[in-house]
């Protein structure tokens, strides 16, 4: 499990360097898949999922910021923002992510 969790910031890294280039996901994921050779679509998965954690990070800031606001729709249109920011965040990272594990551990 530790391996996994290594090859997988290894892969986040790479995608976060890479995040000029559209689905570095795909290329940090598959890094970390060939790397660890087996397993590779759950390494792949934590990969996206520490790649997306600065996101993921800005959307809580977003969310917290949102609900301190007196204006209730405010707040019900921040934490929808959030919502939605995250399921995109998930969708462009981790399974891309995931994909790319398992073709990096299918080529290794």
Known sequence: MAGKLVY???GAVAAVLLSFVPFSTV?????????????GLST?????LFAALPLVL??????L???MLP?????????????????????????PAAL?????AELS
């Open 65 to 67: 910021g949102s609900a």
């Open 27 to 39: 290329i940090g994921g598959a890094l970390a898949g060939y790397l660890n050779g087996e397993e």
């Open 100 to 104: 790319g594990g398992w073709l990096g």
């Open 8 to 10: 997988a910031l290894v």
């Open 58 to 63: 800005l959307a809580v800031v977003v969310g």
């Open 71 to 95: 204006e209730p729709l405010v707040q019900i249109t921040g934490s929808v923002f959030v919502v939605i920011l995250l399921f995109v965040v998930l969708l462009y990272s981790v399974v």
């Open 44 to 48: 792949g998965a934590w990969t996206g």
